[in-house]
């Protein structure tokens, strides 16, 4: 792909969605955290946190348990594989194209739900997305759906929301989008953003894109607000990366440790429950 090359010369007339922010985040031991609710996550709420995990599989083997309430998390694999025993919740192989979604509500612990299967590294994202007022005290629940069970939209992954008309099993609010998308060397692809999702980003697994400007493996991309829609392109050597867009969350984020509420009081009464629930996840 040529230098100087710009995603308006592939896909003529058609206004280019600005970049507002592009980061690589931090990390160690394999986890690079791109979003927070301190930091990228007060702009793209209610996407509000982002771990990218490039690690052995054996790292699930570890014990992690650890509460949430208020939110929901998505999990979803770009690379290898890992299995899940839930018991009523499921069981099954998480692989590319399936993902856990894990509704906090009101108070949840978890961390174990994973054990290595045949890869022996795997690559994920994991995403934090605050709930409506109406839902962060709902009754937790999870959800795990393989690859199989996850609709597809030309090289798009639904794994949250409705795209082109097709809507994803996961039992998620409305006003929420996210994909997951592989694209071959140089192919083209424009995300057509609903009306009224003016929050938007994206973050690449593999490869490289080109859009507003070059974005490659390991970025976080937050575009500005709008719904225009998203072109991209493909560098040579093809790209996979998750795609999130939302209506913008109206509450201000009231943070715990674990938790992320629309305001104190329901952060007081999400963390009372955790601590109230602990013994049932011991």
Same mark, same amino acid.
Request: net charge negative.
């Given at each position: 792909?040529?230098?100087?090359?710009?995603?308006?010369?592939?896909?003529?007339?058609?206004?280019?969605?600005? @970049?507002?922010? +592009?980061?690589?985040?931090?990390?160690q031991?394999?986890? &690079?955290?791109?979003?927070s609710?301190?930091?990228?996550? $007060?702009?793209?709420?209610?996407?509000?946190?982002?771990?990218?995990?490039d690690?052995?599989s054996?790292?699930?083997?570890?014990?992690?348990?650890?509460?949430?309430?208020?939110?929901? &998390?998505?999990?979803?694999?770009?690379?290898?594989?890992? %299995?899940?025993?839930?018991?009523?919740?499921?069981?099954?192989l998480?692989?590319?194209?399936?993902?856990?979604?894990?509704?906090?509500?009101?108070?949840?612990?978890?961390?174990? =739900?994973?054990?290595?299967?045949?890869?022996?590294r795997?690559?994920?994202? +994991?995403?934090?997305?605050?709930?409506?007022?109406t839902?962060?005290a709902?009754?937790?629940?999870? +959800?795990?759906?393989?690859?199989?069970?996850?609709?597809i939209?030309?090289?798009? %992954?639904?794994?949250?929301?409705?795209? +082109?008309?097709? $809507?994803?099993?996961?039992?998620?609010?409305?006003?929420l989008?996210?994909?997951? @998308?592989?694209?071959?060397?140089?192919? &083209?692809?424009?995300?057509?953003?609903?009306?009224?999702?003016?929050?938007?980003?994206?973050?690449?697994?593999?490869g490289?894109?080109?859009?507003?400007?070059?974005?490659?493996?390991?970025?976080l991309?937050?575009?500005?607000?709008?719904?225009a829609?998203?072109p991209l392109?493909?560098?040579?050597?093809?790209?996979?990366?998750?795609?999130?867009?939302?209506?913008?969350?109206?509450?201000?984020?009231?943070?715990?440790?674990?938790?992320?509420?629309?305001?104190?009081?329901?952060?007081?009464?999400?963390?009372?429950r955790?601590? =109230?629930?602990?013994?049932?996840?011991?």
């Open positions: 792909m040529s230098r100087n090359l710009s995603i308006s010369s592939v896909v003529p007339k058609l206004a280019e969605r600005k @970049v507002f922010s +592009q980061t690589r985040g931090s990390g031991g394999g986890i &690079t955290r791109l979003m609710p301190s930091d990228l996550g $007060r702009y793209l709420k209610p996407f509000v946190f982002l771990d990218m995990v690690a052995p054996s790292i699930t083997s570890r014990d992690n348990l650890h509460p949430h309430s208020g939110i929901a &998390t998505v999990t979803v694999l770009t690379e290898g594989n890992l %299995r899940f025993d839930m018991g009523k919740w499921g069981t099954g998480l692989d590319y194209g399936g993902v856990e979604w894990m509704r906090a509500g009101s108070g949840i612990w978890h961390g174990g =739900e994973y054990r290595p299967d045949s890869a022996a795997f690559k994920s994202f +994991q995403l934090w997305v605050a709930l409506p007022a839902l962060e709902a009754e937790p629940e999870w +959800q795990f759906i393989e690859a199989s069970g996850i609709p939209v030309g090289p798009a %992954r639904v794994v949250v929301g409705t795209y +082109q008309g097709i $809507r994803s099993p996961v039992r998620a609010f409305d006003g989008n996210y994909l997951l @998308v592989t694209l071959t060397p140089g192919e &083209t692809w424009i995300y057509d953003t609903p009306v009224g999702h003016n929050v938007g980003w994206l973050s690449l697994s593999h490289s894109l080109l859009g507003d400007r070059r974005y490659k493996a390991g970025d991309v937050a575009f500005d607000r709008s719904d829609a998203i392109q493909a560098g040579p050597e093809g790209a996979t990366f998750i795609l999130g867009s939302a209506v913008p969350h109206p509450h201000e984020l009231v943070r715990g440790h674990y938790s992320v509420h629309t305001s104190k009081d329901a952060l007081e009464v999400g963390e009372a955790i601590a =109230e629930v602990r013994h049932l996840y011991a």
